[in-house]
T-cell receptor, first 113, second 114 residues
């Protein structure tokens, strides 16, 4: 069965430090991959997505992610975190062009001043 | 267009009551999705529509749940005989059909069953 694992429930980084959030998926073929951010009381916002092509994907707010087929991973990175990045981050997998997605359980990012 | 709208934002109901939620998608979007999110978890797919046709339903969607999109525009999700385990955030999203399209999520309806 398809699944998504986000091994870190919480991550705390200092403002200005770099960030990497981990995501591993289980799926037999090449999946469609997504990262979403959810702030308290807000809906999910798409940060970036991978469908095909270049395995390094650029997103909004300075985020990027790299698809590594050999590791079944799609880790999210940002070189310098801002206090406003504090939120919950979800990795998701899709099997086709629909948005019938399987989400991970999320990583809560806390940013130290 | 102001994005995907969901109504109500919050609903408290007694166990055994029926509840109905509404989702208004972005106007030109022909696909509409319902998800459920419980505390500390990621969203779980429930069902989706292409125009008025319900194309897929998750096994999570018990017989007490029904969704409609009668004219291919807004959608309703009804839960009959609510149980405490139905307490969750119900999220709606919409998109255009096709690879590379983005789905936009509403802010959700938080259901509390007491």
């Amino acid at each position: 069965a398809q699944s998504v694992t986000q091994p870190d429930i919480h991550i705390t980084v200092s403002e200005g430090a770099s960030l990497e959030l981990r995501c591993n998926y289980s799926y037999g073929a090449t999946p469609y991959l997504f990262w979403y951010v959810q702030s308290p009381g807000q809906g999910l916002q798409l940060l970036l997505k991978y469908f095909s092509g270049d395995t390094l994907v650029q997103g909004i707010k300075g985020f990027e992610a790299e698809f590594k087929r050999s590791q079944s991973s799609f880790n999210l990175r940002k070189p310098s975190v801002h206090w406003s990045d504090a939120a919950e981050y979800f990795c998701a997998v899709g099997m086709d062009s629909s948005y019938k997605l399987i989400f991970g359980s999320g990583t809560r990012l806390l940013v130290r001043p | 267009d102001t994005g995907v709208s969901q109504d109500p934002r919050h609903k408290i109901t007694k166990r055994g009551q029926n509840v109905t939620f509404r989702c208004d998608p972005i106007s030109e979007h022909n696909r509409l999705y319902w998800y459920r999110q419980t505390l500390g978890q990621g969203p779980e797919f429930l069902t989706y529509f292409q125009n008025e046709a319900q194309l897929e339903k998750s096994r999570l969607l018990s017989d007490r749940f029904s969704a409609e999109r009668p004219k291919g525009s807004f959608s309703t999700l009804e839960i009959q005989r609510t149980e405490q385990g139905d307490s969750a955030m119900y999220l709606c999203a919409s998109s255009l059909e096709g690879v590379g399209q983005e789905a936009f999520f509403g802010q959700g309806t938080r259901l509390t069953v007491v």
